[in-house]
C-alpha cells in the first residue's frame, strides 16, 4: 500500500472524525506537513463522509485524493486506516510527539473517555494517555448534553487539552479562512507549535 507522500521530520498522529468542521483537520494537516513534521493521519468513516460533504473529498479513491491535497509539501504524509489496529500509532513503543483530533465527533469523543480503543483512532488517543503523551481535543457539537461534558470533563481531568471548535470575533475575522485559522493557530498554542495565523490580542498589526 502507498500510503508515504513526501518529506521527513518528527511524527505527529491527527485524527479527522466525523464532526462537522473538517475543515479544521485539514489546515492542520496543511500546518503540520509546512513547519516538516510528518503526519500519520487517521480518518474516521464518517469523517470521509464529512470530508465528502463540507469539502468535497473524493472517498473512493483515499490516498490519491490525500495525495492530490497534501502532497508537494515538505513534511511527510502517513495515511493509516482507521481499521488498522496493527499500525504503528497504535504502539506505545512508536515514537510521536502527540495526537490532535480535529474535528471530534461526541461518538469518538465517549470512546477515548472510555477508553474503548476499537479502532485506530480511539487506540491511539489510548495510547497518548497511557504514555502521558499531549492529546489535543477539538470537539464540535452543539447543544451539549450532560453526557458530552462530562466526557470532556473525564479527559480534561486526565490532562487532555479541550480546544472546543468556538471562533472568536474579537480579531474581526473578515474571511472564514481567518475564522479557521484562528481555531487551528489555537490548537497549536496548546502544543507549543510556533505559528503566524493569527495576530494576538496587543500585537502591533
Ligand atoms: C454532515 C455531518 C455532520 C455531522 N456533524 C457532527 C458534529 O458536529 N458533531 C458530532 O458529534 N457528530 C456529527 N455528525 C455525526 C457523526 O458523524 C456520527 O455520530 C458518527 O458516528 C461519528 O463517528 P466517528 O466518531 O467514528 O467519526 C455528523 C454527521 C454528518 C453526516
Request: glycine letters at 20%; a negative charge; hydrophobic letters at 35%.
Given at each position: 500500500m502507498v500510503n508515504e507522500l513526501v518529506g521527513t521530520g518528527r511524527h505527529w498522529v491527527l485524527g479527522i472524525t466525523g464532526?462537522?468542521?473538517s475543515v479544521y483537520g485539514v489546515r492542520l494537516a496543511e500546518e503540520l506537513l509546512d513547519y516538516g513534521f510528518t503526519v500519520n493521519l487517521v480518518i474516521s468513516n464518517a469523517g470521509w463522509r464529512v470530508l465528502k460533504e463540507e469539502?468535497?473529498?473524493?472517498?473512493?479513491?483515499r490516498e490519491s485524493e490525500l495525495e492530490r491535497r497534501f502532497?508537494?509539501?515538505?513534511g511527510r504524509l502517513i495515511y493509516h486506516p482507521v481499521?488498522?489496529?496493527?499500525?504503528?500509532?497504535?504502539?506505545?513503543?512508536f515514537r510521536a510527539e502527540g495526537m490532535i483530533v480535529a474535528p471530534c465527533s461526541m461518538g469518538t469523543l465517549s470512546s477515548i473517555a472510555h477508553g474503548s480503543s476499537d479502532n485506530l483512532m480511539t487506540r491511539a488517543a489510548d495510547v497518548m494517555l497511557k504514555e502521558s503523551r499531549p492529546l489535543v481535543i477539538v470537539p464540535r457539537e452543539t447543544p451539549l448534553h450532560a453526557i458530552h461534558l462530562e466526557n470532556m470533563l473525564k479527559l480534561s481531568r486526565l490532562g487532555v487539552k479541550m480546544v472546543p471548535a468556538m471562533p472568536a470575533f474579537y480579531q474581526r475575522p473578515r474571511t472564514l479562512e481567518e475564522i479557521v485559522d484562528f481555531l487551528v493557530g489555537k490548537v497549536l498554542d496548546t502544543v507549543g507549535i510556533p505559528h503566524n495565523l493569527f495576530k494576538r490580542w496587543g500585537e502591533e498589526s
Open positions: 464532526a462537522s468542521g469539502m468535497d473529498f473524493d472517498a473512493s479513491s502532497g508537494g509539501r515538505s481499521a488498522d489496529i496493527g499500525a504503528s500509532i497504535a504502539s506505545g513503543s
